[in-house]
């Protein structure tokens, strides 16, 4: 009887652990996310300057 008992705590054991790890898994994975989306902004942001930046100089370029 013993190693039945044993072999259900083990089983247990290891979705306990399986389910800790999962959890920690989608963690990660939405801190990913907010990192992917925060990236995203500042290459807009970075674009958007850049393409001001591209106009001046065209501007400039042309009146000289």
Not at 1 to 16: K, Q, Y
Request: aromatic content about 8%.
């Amino acid at each position: 009887m013993f190693w039945p008992m044993f072999a259900i705590a083990v089983g247990f054991l290891g979705l306990l652990v399986l389910g800790v790890l999962a959890v920690k898994v989608f963690v990660e994975a939405e801190r990913l996310g907010r990192q992917v989306a925060d990236s995203a902004r500042r290459i807009g942001r970075a674009a958007e300057d850049l393409e001001h930046a591209a106009t001046a100089a065209t501007r400039s370029a042309g009146s000289l």
